[in-house]
């Protein structure tokens, strides 16, 4: 009993290793509901990622027709620098890397992505267990108007907050 308490406590301590943000995709997107996928990289993918060579700009998810008729998710644009020792094994920064979720979650990412303005948004890139994960949000694109207001939002939290440690 007592070592499972510790075996517990110490996997608490063992956080997941955040490597990326998406902090446009959340100021973009209207962020309906979010899941954590897995990724399927190379090993000099991997290493690099640990050392914090990702990047987010443009990136983007789609579901596509895969082999048997059975879609699969996948991930475009994302940034993922080539390993420094690398040397033959390093593949294109660039290239669309898969998405690993179970089939109904499938289904149900591209019955709500075929809605209209919904899309599929990488948010973030991560580490748990040893393994690579990516918490891709579910979201609609935001109006210019919409994105002023949440500025609007977020400057007014922070003079309150701002008034309130003043006083």
Request: glycine residues 8%.
């Amino acid at each position: 009993m007592a070592k499972d308490k510790k075996a517990k406590e110490q996997e608490k301590k063992v956080a997941d290793r955040t490597i990326a943000v998406n902090r446009r995709g959340r100021f973009s997107y209207d962020i309906e509901e979010s899941l954590e996928v897995g990724m399927e990289l190379t090993g000099t993918e991997v290493k690099s990622a640990r050392q914090g060579q990702v990047q987010f700009a443009e990136a983007y998810a789609r579901v596509e027709p895969g082999p048997h008729d059975r879609p699969e998710v996948w991930v475009h644009g994302m940034h993922i620098a080539p390993y420094e020792q690398g040397n033959i094994y390093n593949v294109e920064p660039r290239r669309k890397r898969k998405l690993l979720l179970h089939r109904a979650q499938i289904d149900k990412l591209a019955v709500r992505v075929q809605q209209k303005g919904y899309t599929l948004v990488p948010l973030k890139f991560y580490f748990t267990r040893g393994k690579a994960k990516l918490e891709l949000g579910i979201g609609k694109g935001r109006k210019t108007h919409d994105k002023r207001q949440v500025i609007n939002e977020r400057e007014a939290r922070r003079d309150a907050q701002r008034e309130m440690s003043n006083r």
